[in-house]
């Protein structure tokens, strides 16, 4: 296996790691097999605005961005400060914290569908809960999804059914060890924006549905009348629509991409954004969805941590006085325009397309090995040039229009590299191990 020098104490730790942490690492996508092994860094000891440095001293700038996580930039200081302040006053009390009332206060001020809400520590933690409320206010047990819902049992029990579409997983490349057989059938999958599978589904599954739970969007613009449809459906059918706003929320707007697109849910899931880098989540929703959780045993002692709440506070003032909204769109814009820019001058069969929050980058491959290849080649030349990037790109506040010429002038140096290869000798040019998807989400 190759090991690029400039990654030696990346690579020793993460051979350190395989054999005491199960998995590798905590999340999926965190493994060196995500990127460009051997090349890409694995373990960051310190990261500021739209830059970290690795554990071997490299400087990356990064289009991560803690998987969405960090949306103002790396170690905002208004964040940070706020976070200290609270530090010193206590991070978690016997009693409540008032910054319970005041966040909540401030969610309902801002996302159109939210009257109530509920705290936890992350994404797939809020996902569980949403999953636990729709069950409790509709008596029902089984879910209608899509998408990516987290790592819990109540979703991970999908992958005992297959993929509506490719007859694999749901969640393919995950299989259900250690999730309850006797949960097969309670999650049941189907493909983004395919209302009729809906409609059939529901048909099928009468009365018996809790929740239609679905990520509103991803990478693309999403169909407004798509949404329309699931919400009527979930009215007829009497169960409850769930939008997993985990990854979609708050960069398209302060209100979610409920807001953006002006379609309201019964219950919204929210995470990553909301806190920039400390652990946050929520689910808010409407009075009738969420009321009957007053009876439900939904209890956890760091769900009310003030560290979560100051942090998640401050964010989201921060990116409503920073005018977050409009910075997006400008970023975004300029950064596929950047990019695509850098594809013609270069002349390589290749793409960045999707909604300017989540540009996604698609070279013209149809061999599917090849393609994994190819992509593990942009990830290597990309970071080889001090740029950490998957395909597709989140920016945070802190990304400048210098940052994005510099990622343009090594996209085009990356994509000659790639013109290269593929005129032959491939082998020559990638070093790197062929990057693996952890898994597919079912979503655009
Ligand atoms: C839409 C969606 N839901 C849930 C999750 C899980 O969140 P977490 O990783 O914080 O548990 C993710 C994470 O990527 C996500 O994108």
Redesign the pocket.
């Known amino acids: 296996m190759y090991i690029d020098p400039k990654v030696k104490k990346s690579m020793e730790t993460y051979a350190r790691a395989s054999e005491i942490i199960p998995g590798k690492t905590q999340?999926a996508?965190r493994r060196a097999s995500s990127y460009a092994s051997g090349v890409s860094p694995v373990y960051a000891k310190s990261s500021s605005g739209a830059r970290f440095i690795d554990i071997d001293g490299n400087t990356f700038l990064d289009w991560k961005n803690a998987?969405?996580?960090i949306i103002l930039g790396h170690s905002n200081p208004v964040v940070n400060q706020a976070v200290k302040t609270q530090i010193d006053q206590g991070s978690l009390f016997t009693i409540n914290s008032d910054l319970e009332v005041a966040l909540a206060e401030l969610l309902i001020e801002n996302i159109p569908s939210a009257e109530m809400v509920r705290y936890t520590k992350?994404?797939?933690?809020?996902?569980a809960l949403a999953a636990r409320i729709a069950r409790g206010t509709t008596g029902r047990d089984k879910i209608l999804f899509s998408?990516?819902?987290?790592?819990h049992d109540w979703y991970q029990a999908a992958n005992y059914l297959a993929d509506p579409i490719t007859g694999g997983y749901p969640v393919t490349g995950v299989e259900p060890i250690g999730v309850p057989k006797s949960l097969k059938g309670t999650a049941i999958p189907f493909a983004h924006e395919d209302i009729s599978m809906v409609k059939n589904l529901l048909n099928q599954h009468k009365n018996e549905i809790a929740a239609i739970f679905v990520?509103p969007m991803?990478s693309q613009e999403p169909d407004k009348e798509y949404l329309v449809q699931l919400k009527k459906l979930a009215r007829e059918h009497g169960c409850i629509l769930i939008f997993?706003?985990?990854?979609?929320g708050w960069r398209i707007a302060v209100g979610g991409a409920q807001e953006y697109i002006g379609v309201t849910p019964d219950m919204t899931?929210l995470?990553?954004g909301i806190s920039n880098g400390y652990a946050m989540?929520a689910v808010v929703g409407s009075v009738a969805a969420m009321e009957p959780a007053n009876h439900m045993f939904i209890s956890s002692s760091y769900w009310s941590d003030n560290i979560g709440l100051i942090a998640s506070i401050t964010t989201i003032n921060e990116l409503i006085n920073r005018n977050s909204k409009e910075k997006f769109k400008q970023i975004g814009e300029s950064l596929i325009k950047t990019i695509n820019n850098a594809i013609d001058e270069v002349g390589i069969a290749a793409k960045v397309e999707g909604v300017y929050t989540y540009p996604t980058l698609q070279f013209m491959i149809d061999d599917q090995e090849l393609s994994q290849n190819i992509n593990t080649l942009f990830i290597q030349e990309m970071a080889k040039r001090g740029i950490f990037t998957p395909t597709s790109l989140n920016a945070t506040l802190d990304h400048t229009e210098k940052d994005i010429e510099i990622t343009g002038i090594a996209a085009a140096e990356s994509f000659r590299v790639i013109m290269k290869a593929l005129e032959g000798d491939l082998d020559k040019y990638l070093l790197a191990d062929t990057k693996k998807e952890p898994f597919r989400?079912i979503v655009n």
């Open positions: 999340l996508s998987y969405g996580a992350g994404g797939g933690e809020a996902c998408g990516y819902h987290g790592w990520e991803m997993d706003e985990v990854s979609c899931v995470a990553k989540g989400r």
